[in-house]
């Protein structure tokens, strides 16, 4: 299993290195010029011309990004070219409060997902399992931002239960932090609980007709024994990989759910650097994002073996 970790996280970074000069490359072509958001539409060229000079952006692309992907490897992300500070305080502060939005719908989605999942294919072909199917099947079908205006609309401003935007640390009281999570997390939430069910219901049927499963019932153990301390584990191992998806799926969706909700994590701090063409903070978000996936994806994989130790991998031990 060590050997099998140490080949995952070199192919990591390999993947790392790849993507950030893939980004590099896309950041050069982006339209729009990052000195007319800094001096005006009504600078004259010899200004934008000062400007791209101080920021280095009048050097070769090459010597740019070796400049760039020298300081990543240094913990340097460099500097944020509109707002003039230090990138990595930025992302650090943006990604602490996204992580915060992520670990809880993901313990959310994990929990929900699953045992919806269990519960629908306990009663396979019984109305609710039908009802569980259907409620899935329309969740899918609606995007995030419909949640996010949807939830907006009912529960803070009909009912004014919840704040609409913005966010509160936890320094300031647990109250006022979790309301400000609630609908951004419900959101969230909603949108990737389907995937994990409807997973989760389809492994859990086929494992329930699977001949150990028939097995442990002639020995005469109790159903609930049999499904949460025998069939459940093999069933979860599909579920493990979509979730491990859903982590991408989840920070695709917090851009969309922290511009709706003006919260301040890493999606709207990256939809304001795209707008204003901050390559930096470009680069720096969406390499941080990559990061999260791919650690996600080795997270999944182990969790597979832990699982299944019937399962091997190259340099892996049971």
Do not use: C
Request: proline share 4%.
């Amino acid at each position: 299993m060590a050997a099998y970790i140490a080949k995952r996280l070199a192919a990591i970074l390999l993947v790392l290195l790849a993507v950030s000069a893939l980004i590099f490359w896309i950041t050069q072509i982006l339209p729009g010029n990052v000195a007319y958001s800094i001096l005006g539409q009504f600078a004259t060229p010899d200004q934008i011309a000062a400007v791209e000079a101080k920021l280095g952006l009048d050097r070769p692309i090459i010597v740019q990004y070796g400049d760039w992907i020298g300081g990543v490897l240094r913990g340097d992300f460099g500097r944020s070219m509109l707002m003039d500070r230090p990138v990595a305080p930025l992302i650090i502060n943006a990604i602490g409060n996204s992580i915060q939005l992520a670990v809880i719908s993901m313990a959310l989605v994990t929990v929900v997902g699953i045992w919806s999942g269990v519960w629908s294919a306990l009663r396979y072909g019984r109305l609710g399992d039908r009802v569980v199917s259907s409620l899935n099947f329309i969740s899918l079908a609606i995007p995030e931002f419909f949640w996010a205006i949807v939830s907006l609309m009912i529960f803070a401003g009909l009912l004014r239960w919840l704040p609409a935007t913005g966010y509160t640390s936890m320094s300031e009281g647990v109250g006022p932090w979790a309301s400000h999570l609630v609908l951004p997390v419900v959101t969230l939430v909603a949108g990737l609980v389907p995937h994990v069910s409807r997973l989760t219901r389809s492994s859990m049927v086929e494992t329930m007709r699977a001949q150990y499963v028939v097995a442990a019932r002639a020995k005469g153990l109790t159903e609930s024994r049999i499904v949460w301390h025998h069939a459940l584990r093999n069933a979860l191992l599909p579920t493990i990989t979509i979730l491990a998806i859903d982590v991408g799926v989840l920070m695709g969706g917090i851009v969309v759910v922290e511009t709706v909700f003006s919260y301040p994590g890493l999606g709207r701090l990256l939809i304001f650097a795209v707008e204003q063409k901050d390559i930096p903070v470009i680069q720096a978000g969406v390499l941080v994002i990559t990061a999260i996936y791919a650690f996600a994806n080795l997270g999944a994989d182990i969790l597979y073996s832990l699982l299944n130790p019937r399962i091997r991998y190259h340099g892996a031990a049971e």
